[in-house]
């Protein structure tokens, strides 16, 4: 399994590699997918920014979500002792 891992960063490492290096190498020879390609990197750089803002989000999210049935489950667990005290106080 662990062989697995080493050889899947491997290979994301080379292909990150040989994709940057490409790309370099296209945006400094001029060709004419110049300005296709500037405006793929712009959106690329977008679409990741705005992937780290969405999780940001979505755990602020979660976290608000949590809050609320910890505090939902605490208030029907202090009404259910409630209950039962009143219960117990009117128990022969």
Do not use: C, H
Request: aromatic residues 10%; proline residues 1%.
């Amino acid at each position: 399994m662990l062989n697995t891992l080493r050889k899947l960063i491997k290979l994301s490492l080379i292909f990150s590699a040989v994709i940057t290096g490409w790309t370099t190498i296209i945006l400094l020879s001029d060709t004419s997918f110049n300005s296709e390609i500037e405006e793929l990197i712009s959106k690329m750089y977008l679409n990741q920014k705005d992937f780290i803002f969405n999780i940001k989000d979505l755990s602020l999210l979660l976290v608000k979500d949590a809050n609320q049935r910890f505090s939902e489950n605490n208030q029907s667990i202090n009404e259910a002792n409630y209950a039962t005290i009143e219960i117990d106080k009117f128990d022969p």
